[in-house]
Protein backbone atom coordinates (compact mmCIF):
# COMPACT_ATOMS: atom_id res chain seq x y z
CA UNK A 1 0.00 0.00 0.00
CA UNK A 2 1.21 3.51 -0.81
CA UNK A 3 1.82 5.44 2.38
CA UNK A 4 -0.43 8.89 2.64
CA UNK A 5 1.91 11.81 4.14
CA UNK A 6 -0.73 14.44 5.53
CA UNK A 7 1.21 17.90 5.61
CA UNK A 8 0.27 20.30 8.71
CA UNK A 9 -2.08 23.20 8.02
CA UNK A 10 -0.79 25.79 5.67
CA UNK A 11 2.10 24.16 4.22
CA UNK A 12 0.15 22.89 1.09
CA UNK A 13 0.26 26.50 -0.24
CA UNK A 14 3.84 26.56 -1.43
CA UNK A 15 3.41 22.92 -3.05
CA UNK A 16 0.08 24.38 -5.08
CA UNK A 17 2.33 26.96 -6.51
CA UNK A 18 4.29 24.59 -7.74
CA UNK A 19 6.76 24.24 -5.42
CA UNK A 20 8.28 20.06 -5.82
CA UNK A 21 9.71 19.50 -2.43
CA UNK A 22 8.07 18.68 0.63
CA UNK A 23 10.58 19.39 4.00
CA UNK A 24 10.77 17.25 6.90
CA UNK A 25 8.64 19.55 9.23
CA UNK A 26 6.01 20.41 7.34
CA UNK A 27 4.58 17.20 8.05
CA UNK A 28 1.62 16.19 9.97
CA UNK A 29 1.59 12.67 9.94
CA UNK A 30 2.38 9.72 7.41
CA UNK A 31 -0.33 6.81 7.75
CA UNK A 32 -0.90 3.64 6.18
CA UNK A 33 -3.55 1.26 5.28
CA UNK A 34 -3.51 -2.05 7.81
CA UNK A 35 -6.38 -4.29 8.55
CA UNK A 36 -7.70 -2.37 11.19
CA UNK A 37 -7.44 0.75 9.12
CA UNK A 38 -5.30 3.91 8.86
CA UNK A 39 -1.75 3.43 11.23
CA UNK A 40 1.07 5.69 11.73
CA UNK A 41 4.09 4.60 9.93
CA UNK A 42 7.34 5.46 8.67
CA UNK A 43 8.55 5.59 4.37
CA UNK A 44 11.76 4.03 3.44
CA UNK A 45 14.55 5.77 1.76
CA UNK A 46 13.48 6.44 -1.90
CA UNK A 47 10.13 4.47 -1.92
CA UNK A 48 7.03 6.17 -3.59
CA UNK A 49 4.51 8.18 -1.33
CA UNK A 50 1.42 10.54 -1.99
CA UNK A 51 1.33 14.00 -0.45
CA UNK A 52 -2.01 15.28 0.96
CA UNK A 53 -3.36 18.15 3.02
CA UNK A 54 -7.03 18.58 4.81
CA UNK A 55 -8.89 21.07 3.08
CA UNK A 56 -11.85 21.92 5.18
CA UNK A 57 -11.62 18.47 7.00
CA UNK A 58 -11.42 16.30 4.19
CA UNK A 59 -8.17 14.99 2.83
CA UNK A 60 -6.91 16.85 -0.42
CA UNK A 61 -4.61 15.26 -3.13
CA UNK A 62 -1.30 17.07 -3.51
CA UNK A 63 0.64 14.73 -5.96
CA UNK A 64 2.83 11.36 -5.63
CA UNK A 65 6.84 11.78 -4.73
CA UNK A 66 9.77 10.11 -3.66
CA UNK A 67 10.10 9.94 0.20
CA UNK A 68 13.35 9.95 1.93
CA UNK A 69 13.29 10.16 5.80
CA UNK A 70 17.17 10.79 5.88
CA UNK A 71 17.15 13.89 4.24
CA UNK A 72 15.44 17.29 5.33
CA UNK A 73 13.97 16.91 2.01
CA UNK A 74 11.56 14.28 3.38
CA UNK A 75 9.19 14.16 -0.11
CA UNK A 76 10.33 15.50 -3.75
CA UNK A 77 7.22 15.30 -6.00
CA UNK A 78 7.59 13.63 -9.14
CA UNK A 79 3.73 13.81 -10.25
CA UNK A 80 0.78 15.51 -9.42
CA UNK A 81 -1.56 12.12 -10.14
CA UNK A 82 -1.29 8.88 -9.28
CA UNK A 83 1.47 8.04 -11.82
CA UNK A 84 3.53 4.91 -11.07
CA UNK A 85 7.31 4.74 -11.90
CA UNK A 86 8.58 2.10 -14.40
CA UNK A 87 10.94 2.18 -17.57
CA UNK A 88 7.74 3.89 -19.16
CA UNK A 89 6.96 6.42 -17.22
CA UNK A 90 10.94 7.62 -17.47
CA UNK A 91 10.98 7.24 -21.26
CA UNK A 92 7.99 9.66 -21.33
CA UNK A 93 9.76 12.34 -18.84
CA UNK A 94 12.69 11.93 -20.93
CA UNK A 95 10.73 12.38 -24.32
CA UNK A 96 9.26 15.37 -22.99
CA UNK A 97 12.45 17.07 -21.73
CA UNK A 98 14.09 16.35 -25.21
CA UNK A 99 11.06 17.74 -26.42
CA UNK A 100 11.47 21.39 -24.17
CA UNK A 101 15.15 21.00 -25.58
CA UNK A 102 14.49 20.99 -29.37
CA UNK A 103 11.99 23.61 -29.02
CA UNK A 104 13.82 25.95 -27.59
CA UNK A 105 16.27 25.21 -30.28
CA UNK A 106 19.11 22.37 -28.78
CA UNK A 107 20.40 19.87 -31.35
CA UNK A 108 22.35 17.43 -28.49
CA UNK A 109 23.53 14.87 -31.55
CA UNK A 110 25.03 18.08 -32.57
CA UNK A 111 25.73 20.07 -29.95
CA UNK A 112 26.47 19.85 -25.94
CA UNK A 113 23.25 19.80 -23.60
CA UNK A 114 21.81 19.57 -20.38
CA UNK A 115 19.41 17.04 -21.57
CA UNK A 116 17.28 16.65 -17.75
CA UNK A 117 17.69 19.29 -15.39
CA UNK A 118 15.90 17.44 -12.36
CA UNK A 119 12.83 19.08 -10.50
CA UNK A 120 13.22 20.87 -13.74
CA UNK A 121 12.42 18.54 -15.81
CA UNK A 122 10.05 16.67 -12.96
CA UNK A 123 12.40 13.78 -12.68
CA UNK A 124 13.70 14.86 -9.35
CA UNK A 125 17.55 14.55 -8.71
CA UNK A 126 18.45 13.43 -12.12
CA UNK A 127 20.75 14.80 -13.82
CA UNK A 128 21.91 14.08 -17.74
CA UNK A 129 24.40 16.18 -19.59
CA UNK A 130 24.55 15.08 -22.75
CA UNK A 131 28.47 15.78 -24.85
CA UNK A 132 28.68 15.42 -28.33
CA UNK A 133 31.71 15.77 -30.37
CA UNK A 134 34.93 13.62 -31.28
CA UNK A 135 38.09 11.63 -29.38
CA UNK A 136 40.29 14.26 -29.21
CA UNK A 137 43.07 12.45 -29.81
CA UNK A 138 42.00 11.20 -32.68
CA UNK A 139 40.31 14.64 -34.47
CA UNK A 140 43.73 15.85 -33.82
CA UNK A 141 45.75 13.74 -35.64
CA UNK A 142 43.66 13.56 -38.28
CA UNK A 143 43.13 17.22 -38.91
CA UNK A 144 46.88 17.25 -38.51
CA UNK A 145 47.35 15.16 -41.87
CA UNK A 146 44.57 17.01 -43.69
CA UNK A 147 44.88 20.12 -45.48
CA UNK A 148 43.53 23.32 -43.44
CA UNK A 149 41.79 26.52 -44.13
CA UNK A 150 43.49 29.54 -44.72
CA UNK A 151 42.20 32.40 -42.85
CA UNK A 152 41.73 34.21 -46.16
CA UNK A 153 38.91 31.89 -46.50
CA UNK A 154 36.71 32.20 -44.34
CA UNK A 155 36.29 34.74 -41.38
CA UNK A 156 37.41 32.13 -39.16
CA UNK A 157 41.33 32.70 -37.58
CA UNK A 158 43.58 29.67 -39.63
CA UNK A 159 44.39 26.85 -38.01
CA UNK A 160 40.68 26.68 -36.30
CA UNK A 161 39.27 23.64 -36.16
CA UNK A 162 35.81 23.83 -37.50
CA UNK A 163 32.48 21.15 -36.98
CA UNK A 164 32.46 20.76 -40.90
CA UNK A 165 35.80 19.88 -41.06
CA UNK A 166 35.73 17.55 -38.06
CA UNK A 167 32.35 15.77 -39.46
CA UNK A 168 34.11 15.39 -42.75
CA UNK A 169 37.29 13.87 -41.64
CA UNK A 170 34.91 11.39 -38.94
CA UNK A 171 31.43 11.24 -39.62
CA UNK A 172 29.10 12.03 -37.32
CA UNK A 173 29.70 12.99 -33.77
CA UNK A 174 29.37 10.41 -30.73
CA UNK A 175 27.90 11.29 -27.25
CA UNK A 176 29.14 10.90 -23.56
CA UNK A 177 26.51 11.51 -21.33
CA UNK A 178 27.50 12.32 -17.65
CA UNK A 179 25.08 11.71 -15.29
CA UNK A 180 23.88 12.58 -11.44
CA UNK A 181 21.48 10.36 -9.35
CA UNK A 182 21.17 13.15 -6.53
CA UNK A 183 18.16 11.78 -4.74
CA UNK A 184 17.48 8.50 -3.19
CA UNK A 185 14.14 7.44 -4.97
CA UNK A 186 16.49 8.41 -8.12
CA UNK A 187 19.73 6.46 -7.22
CA UNK A 188 17.26 3.47 -6.39
CA UNK A 189 15.78 3.50 -9.48
CA UNK A 190 19.14 4.02 -11.90
CA UNK A 191 19.10 0.88 -13.68
CA UNK A 192 15.31 1.78 -14.98
CA UNK A 193 16.80 5.40 -15.75
CA UNK A 194 19.83 4.02 -18.09
CA UNK A 195 17.63 1.33 -19.87
CA UNK A 196 15.04 4.33 -20.74
CA UNK A 197 18.19 6.70 -21.93
CA UNK A 198 19.33 3.95 -24.06
CA UNK A 199 15.82 3.33 -25.27
CA UNK A 200 15.26 7.05 -25.51
CA UNK A 201 18.18 9.09 -27.35
CA UNK A 202 18.91 7.66 -30.57
CA UNK A 203 21.32 10.19 -32.07
CA UNK A 204 23.00 9.19 -35.41
CA UNK A 205 26.14 8.61 -33.70
CA UNK A 206 25.36 6.84 -30.73
CA UNK A 207 26.04 7.03 -27.05
CA UNK A 208 30.01 5.53 -26.55
CA UNK A 209 30.21 6.30 -22.98
CA UNK A 210 27.98 6.94 -19.94
CA UNK A 211 29.87 8.73 -16.82
CA UNK A 212 28.82 9.32 -13.47
CA UNK A 213 29.24 12.04 -11.81
CA UNK A 214 28.88 12.78 -7.64
CA UNK A 215 27.87 15.61 -5.84
CA UNK A 216 27.85 16.76 -2.10
CA UNK A 217 24.50 16.56 -2.02
CA UNK A 218 24.36 13.00 -2.06
CA UNK A 219 25.59 12.84 0.81
CA UNK A 220 22.86 14.24 2.51
CA UNK A 221 20.41 12.30 0.82
CA UNK A 222 22.55 9.48 2.74
CA UNK A 223 24.25 7.92 -0.48
CA UNK A 224 28.13 7.86 -1.11
CA UNK A 225 29.97 9.64 -3.27
CA UNK A 226 30.69 8.06 -6.38
CA UNK A 227 32.30 8.62 -9.98
CA UNK A 228 32.75 6.12 -12.23
CA UNK A 229 33.06 5.11 -16.18
CA UNK A 230 29.30 2.81 -15.81
CA UNK A 231 28.83 2.54 -19.68
CA UNK A 232 31.13 1.84 -22.67
CA UNK A 233 34.61 3.76 -23.17
CA UNK A 234 35.87 7.41 -22.56
CA UNK A 235 38.88 8.60 -24.67
CA UNK A 236 41.80 8.99 -22.56
CA UNK A 237 42.64 12.13 -24.71
CA UNK A 238 39.37 13.31 -24.10
CA UNK A 239 36.67 14.80 -26.71
CA UNK A 240 36.48 17.80 -28.57
CA UNK A 241 33.31 19.21 -28.06
CA UNK A 242 31.70 22.63 -30.37
CA UNK A 243 30.09 24.93 -28.40
CA UNK A 244 28.68 27.85 -30.62
CA UNK A 245 30.76 26.87 -33.69
CA UNK A 246 33.95 26.87 -31.65
CA UNK A 247 36.11 23.61 -29.94
CA UNK A 248 36.50 23.40 -26.98
CA UNK A 249 38.47 19.95 -25.21
CA UNK A 250 36.53 18.53 -22.37
CA UNK A 251 37.43 15.49 -20.03
CA UNK A 252 34.68 14.07 -18.01
CA UNK A 253 36.59 12.19 -15.93
CA UNK A 254 39.70 13.19 -14.61
CA UNK A 255 40.18 15.98 -11.73
CA UNK A 256 38.00 17.32 -9.78
CA UNK A 257 35.96 19.60 -11.97
CA UNK A 258 34.98 17.80 -15.11
CA UNK A 259 32.93 18.74 -18.40
CA UNK A 260 32.25 22.42 -19.37
CA UNK A 261 29.70 24.99 -18.27
CA UNK A 262 26.84 24.22 -20.60
CA UNK A 263 24.80 27.02 -18.69
CA UNK A 264 26.43 29.39 -20.05
CA UNK A 265 26.14 28.89 -23.76
CA UNK A 266 24.11 31.52 -24.56
CA UNK A 267 26.04 34.08 -22.75
CA UNK A 268 29.28 33.09 -24.03
CA UNK A 269 27.36 33.78 -27.40
CA UNK A 270 26.53 37.07 -26.49
CA UNK A 271 29.82 38.32 -25.12
CA UNK A 272 31.08 37.37 -28.38
CA UNK A 273 28.72 39.17 -29.77
CA UNK A 274 28.94 42.13 -27.97
CA UNK A 275 33.00 41.64 -28.23
CA UNK A 276 32.84 42.16 -31.94
CA UNK A 277 30.42 44.91 -31.95
CA UNK A 278 32.74 47.01 -29.07
CA UNK A 279 36.15 46.12 -31.08
CA UNK A 280 34.50 47.26 -34.98
CA UNK A 281 33.92 50.60 -33.21
CA UNK A 282 36.80 51.01 -30.76
CA UNK A 283 38.68 54.50 -31.85
CA UNK A 284 42.28 53.25 -33.32
CA UNK A 285 44.21 55.77 -31.29
CA UNK A 286 41.70 55.74 -28.17
CA UNK A 287 40.52 58.80 -26.51
CA UNK A 288 42.55 61.08 -29.02
CA UNK A 289 41.00 62.35 -31.75
CA UNK A 290 41.60 61.10 -35.20
CA UNK A 291 43.46 64.03 -36.86
CA UNK A 292 45.98 64.01 -40.01
CA UNK A 293 48.57 61.30 -40.85
CA UNK A 294 49.02 59.30 -37.68
CA UNK A 295 44.84 58.39 -37.29
CA UNK A 296 45.03 55.28 -39.00
CA UNK A 297 48.97 54.12 -37.81
CA UNK A 298 48.30 53.50 -34.20
CA UNK A 299 46.05 50.77 -33.56
CA UNK A 300 45.11 49.61 -30.05
CA UNK A 301 44.56 45.69 -29.61
CA UNK A 302 40.80 45.25 -28.29
CA UNK A 303 41.84 43.59 -25.29
CA UNK A 304 39.65 41.02 -22.84
CA UNK A 305 40.35 40.22 -19.39
CA UNK A 306 38.56 37.06 -18.09
CA UNK A 307 38.16 36.09 -14.72
CA UNK A 308 37.56 32.66 -13.15
CA UNK A 309 38.24 32.01 -16.62
CA UNK A 310 38.22 28.01 -16.34
CA UNK A 311 38.70 26.30 -19.37
CA UNK A 312 38.75 29.89 -21.13
CA UNK A 313 35.43 29.62 -22.78
CA UNK A 314 34.46 33.51 -22.07
CA UNK A 315 38.15 34.79 -23.43
CA UNK A 316 37.90 32.34 -26.72
CA UNK A 317 34.16 33.90 -27.69
CA UNK A 318 35.15 37.06 -27.25
CA UNK A 319 38.08 36.90 -28.89
CA UNK A 320 36.40 34.66 -32.04
CA UNK A 321 34.22 37.68 -31.96
CA UNK A 322 36.45 40.38 -31.76
CA UNK A 323 38.49 39.06 -34.45
CA UNK A 324 42.17 39.65 -35.62
CA UNK A 325 44.79 41.66 -32.90
CA UNK A 326 42.10 40.89 -29.91
CA UNK A 327 44.13 40.06 -26.95
CA UNK A 328 42.91 38.22 -23.63
CA UNK A 329 44.35 37.57 -20.33
CA UNK A 330 42.49 34.21 -19.08
CA UNK A 331 42.71 34.10 -14.63
CA UNK A 332 41.76 30.99 -12.76
CA UNK A 333 43.37 29.54 -9.38
CA UNK A 334 43.66 26.17 -11.23
CA UNK A 335 46.63 25.48 -13.50
CA UNK A 336 45.06 22.48 -15.14
CA UNK A 337 41.98 24.38 -16.18
CA UNK A 338 44.48 26.83 -17.45
CA UNK A 339 46.58 24.33 -19.08
CA UNK A 340 42.81 23.03 -20.89
CA UNK A 341 42.20 27.24 -21.68
CA UNK A 342 45.54 27.49 -23.68
CA UNK A 343 44.89 24.35 -25.46
CA UNK A 344 40.97 25.90 -26.39
CA UNK A 345 42.96 28.60 -27.68
CA UNK A 346 45.02 26.63 -30.00
CA UNK A 347 41.95 25.05 -31.37
CA UNK A 348 40.38 28.09 -32.12
CA UNK A 349 43.71 29.28 -33.85
CA UNK A 350 44.24 31.88 -31.38
CA UNK A 351 47.38 30.68 -29.72
CA UNK A 352 48.67 33.65 -30.02
CA UNK A 353 46.11 35.86 -28.67
CA UNK A 354 45.61 34.22 -25.80
CA UNK A 355 47.76 34.53 -22.00
CA UNK A 356 46.74 33.01 -19.00
CA UNK A 357 47.46 34.11 -15.71
CA UNK A 358 47.32 31.49 -12.69
CA UNK A 359 46.21 33.34 -9.11
CA UNK A 360 43.58 34.43 -7.41
CA UNK A 361 41.87 36.82 -9.13
CA UNK A 362 40.94 38.74 -5.64
CA UNK A 363 45.10 39.29 -5.86
CA UNK A 364 45.17 39.45 -9.64
CA UNK A 365 43.08 42.50 -9.26
CA UNK A 366 44.97 44.02 -7.32
CA UNK A 367 47.75 43.71 -9.06
CA UNK A 368 46.18 44.76 -13.01
CA UNK A 369 45.46 47.77 -11.10
CA UNK A 370 48.99 48.41 -9.65
CA UNK A 371 50.23 47.94 -12.91
CA UNK A 372 47.37 50.53 -14.53
CA UNK A 373 46.36 47.75 -16.70
CA UNK A 374 43.11 48.94 -18.74
CA UNK A 375 40.69 46.46 -20.76
CA UNK A 376 37.96 47.18 -23.07
CA UNK A 377 36.18 43.75 -21.71
CA UNK A 378 36.30 42.26 -18.38
CA UNK A 379 34.14 39.43 -17.42
CA UNK A 380 33.33 38.11 -14.15
CA UNK A 381 32.00 34.39 -13.49
CA UNK A 382 32.68 33.85 -9.93
CA UNK A 383 31.83 29.95 -8.50
CA UNK A 384 28.67 30.83 -6.36
CA UNK A 385 30.23 32.82 -3.25
CA UNK A 386 26.76 31.91 -1.60
CA UNK A 387 25.89 28.24 -1.51
CA UNK A 388 23.62 29.00 1.63
CA UNK A 389 21.45 31.28 2.52
CA UNK A 390 23.77 31.94 5.85
CA UNK A 391 26.46 32.41 3.56
CA UNK A 392 24.90 35.69 1.58
CA UNK A 393 26.27 38.63 3.57
CA UNK A 394 29.81 37.39 3.38
CA UNK A 395 29.29 36.53 -0.33
CA UNK A 396 27.67 40.12 -1.10
CA UNK A 397 30.65 41.77 0.29
CA UNK A 398 32.32 39.29 -2.18
CA UNK A 399 30.56 40.07 -5.71
CA UNK A 400 30.92 44.04 -4.40
CA UNK A 401 35.00 44.06 -4.06
CA UNK A 402 35.20 41.67 -7.63
CA UNK A 403 32.88 44.35 -9.68
CA UNK A 404 34.20 47.19 -8.09
CA UNK A 405 37.87 46.19 -8.75
CA UNK A 406 36.84 45.11 -12.01
CA UNK A 407 35.14 48.62 -12.82
CA UNK A 408 38.53 50.14 -12.27
CA UNK A 409 40.46 48.18 -14.70
CA UNK A 410 37.52 49.00 -17.15
CA UNK A 411 38.27 51.75 -20.12
CA UNK A 412 36.14 54.34 -20.70
CA UNK A 413 33.05 52.67 -23.65
CA UNK A 414 34.36 48.98 -21.77
CA UNK A 415 31.72 46.33 -21.28
CA UNK A 416 31.76 44.70 -18.27
CA UNK A 417 29.75 41.03 -18.62
CA UNK A 418 29.37 39.96 -14.59
CA UNK A 419 27.54 36.74 -13.49
CA UNK A 420 26.80 35.31 -10.50
CA UNK A 421 25.42 31.64 -9.98
CA UNK A 422 24.44 31.98 -6.47
CA UNK A 423 21.02 30.56 -6.17
CA UNK A 424 20.44 32.22 -2.85
CA UNK A 425 21.15 35.86 -4.47
CA UNK A 426 18.21 36.90 -6.25
CA UNK A 427 18.27 39.02 -9.36
CA UNK A 428 17.50 42.14 -8.25
CA UNK A 429 19.82 41.82 -4.83
CA UNK A 430 22.71 41.24 -7.95
CA UNK A 431 22.01 44.24 -9.56
CA UNK A 432 21.69 46.59 -6.80
CA UNK A 433 25.22 44.91 -6.06
CA UNK A 434 26.50 46.31 -9.53
CA UNK A 435 25.07 49.30 -8.98
CA UNK A 436 26.36 50.22 -5.81
CA UNK A 437 30.05 49.24 -7.33
CA UNK A 438 29.48 51.26 -10.22
CA UNK A 439 28.71 54.48 -7.79
CA UNK A 440 31.23 53.79 -5.30
CA UNK A 441 33.79 53.34 -8.86
CA UNK A 442 32.06 56.80 -9.91
CA UNK A 443 31.50 55.18 -13.06
CA UNK A 444 27.79 55.07 -14.59
CA UNK A 445 26.59 51.75 -16.44
CA UNK A 446 24.08 51.07 -18.98
CA UNK A 447 22.52 47.73 -19.31
CA UNK A 448 22.90 45.76 -22.51
CA UNK A 449 21.58 41.91 -21.69
CA UNK A 450 20.10 40.68 -18.65
CA UNK A 451 19.92 37.21 -18.85
CA UNK A 452 19.78 33.87 -16.90
CA UNK A 453 20.95 30.15 -17.63
CA UNK A 454 20.71 28.56 -20.90
CA UNK A 455 17.04 27.14 -21.43
CA UNK A 456 18.44 23.21 -21.11
CA UNK A 457 18.42 23.99 -17.89
CA UNK A 458 15.38 25.29 -17.79
CA UNK A 459 13.46 27.76 -14.82
CA UNK A 460 10.50 26.21 -13.90
CA UNK A 461 8.12 28.64 -11.92
CA UNK A 462 7.07 28.12 -8.75
CA UNK A 463 10.36 26.28 -7.81
CA UNK A 464 13.31 29.39 -7.37
CA UNK A 465 15.44 26.88 -6.66
CA UNK A 466 15.51 26.55 -10.68
CA UNK A 467 16.92 29.82 -10.98
CA UNK A 468 20.75 30.49 -10.19
CA UNK A 469 22.46 31.52 -12.96
CA UNK A 470 22.52 35.53 -13.48
CA UNK A 471 24.70 37.34 -16.17
CA UNK A 472 24.76 40.87 -16.87
CA UNK A 473 26.42 42.94 -19.25
CA UNK A 474 26.86 46.42 -18.89
CA UNK A 475 28.54 49.41 -20.76
CA UNK A 476 30.68 51.69 -18.81
CA UNK A 477 30.71 55.39 -19.66
N1 LIG B 1 33.87 31.17 -16.82
C1 LIG B 1 33.87 29.73 -16.91
C2 LIG B 1 33.35 29.05 -15.68
C3 LIG B 1 33.98 29.50 -14.39
S1 LIG B 1 33.75 28.42 -13.05
C4 LIG B 1 33.08 29.32 -18.15
O1 LIG B 1 32.34 30.15 -18.68
O2 LIG B 1 33.21 28.19 -18.58
C5 LIG B 1 34.63 29.18 -11.78
C6 LIG B 1 36.14 29.06 -11.89
O3 LIG B 1 36.69 29.89 -10.87
C7 LIG B 1 36.75 27.69 -11.68
O4 LIG B 1 37.52 27.35 -12.79
C8 LIG B 1 37.64 27.83 -10.43
O5 LIG B 1 38.88 27.14 -10.56
C9 LIG B 1 37.89 29.30 -10.39
N2 LIG B 1 38.13 29.93 -9.08
C10 LIG B 1 37.44 29.76 -7.94
N3 LIG B 1 37.85 30.63 -6.98
C11 LIG B 1 38.85 31.37 -7.54
C12 LIG B 1 39.67 32.45 -7.09
N4 LIG B 1 39.53 32.95 -5.87
N5 LIG B 1 40.55 32.97 -7.96
C13 LIG B 1 40.69 32.48 -9.20
N6 LIG B 1 39.93 31.48 -9.68
C14 LIG B 1 39.02 30.93 -8.88
Same mark, same amino acid.
Request: aromatic share 8%; glycine share 10%; net charge neutral.
Given at each position: M !?K??I???GEE??? +?A????VFD %? ?7 Q ?8 E??P????D ?8 P ?5 GF ?6 ? @?V??Y ?8 ? $? ?11 R?R??GF?? *? ?8 A???? +?P ?6 Y?GW &?AGV???A?G??P????G??? &?????L?F??A ?13 Q?L??G?D ?15 F?G ?7 K???V??L ?7 A??RG???? @?GI???EN $?????V??L??Q?T $???L?Q??N?R???E?A ?5 S?P ?6 E??L ?9 R !?LD?FSYHG???I ?5 AG?G??A +??V????EA +?E?A?? %?AR? %?? #???Q?ET ?5 FD ?6 K ?6 M????P??FA ?7 GAI?G ?6 KA /???L???G?L?T???S?? /?D *?F???E !? !????A ?12 RYQ??D??? #?L????S??L????FR??
Amino acid at each position: M !IKRVILKHGEEQRI +LAGHPWVFD %NEIEQVLVQKMQGFVEAEPEPGEIVDVEYSRQGKPAYLGRGFANPRSKI @AVRIYSSSKEGVDK $GFFKHRIREALERRRVAGFRP *ERESARLVFAEADR +LPGLIVDCYTGW &DAGVLQAAAGKAPRASAGENS &DPAGALRFEEAETLLGPPASWLSIQFLSYGMDMRRDMVLQALDETLKFQGGIAGIIEKSAPVRELEGLPLQDALIRGTFPA @AGIIVFEN $GYPFRVDLLSGQKT $GTYLDQRDNHRLTSERARLSAKSTPKNHGEPETGLHAETEKQAFR !ILDLFSYHGAFAIHALRGAGEGAEA +LAVDSSAEA +LETARL %NARL %NG #LEAQLETRGGDVFDVLKSLEKDKEKFDMIILDPPAFAKTKSALEGAIRGYKEINLKA /LRLLKPGGILVTCSCSQA /LD *EFRFRE !I !IASAAADSGRRLRLMDFRYQAQDHPI #LLGYGESLYLKCGIFRAD
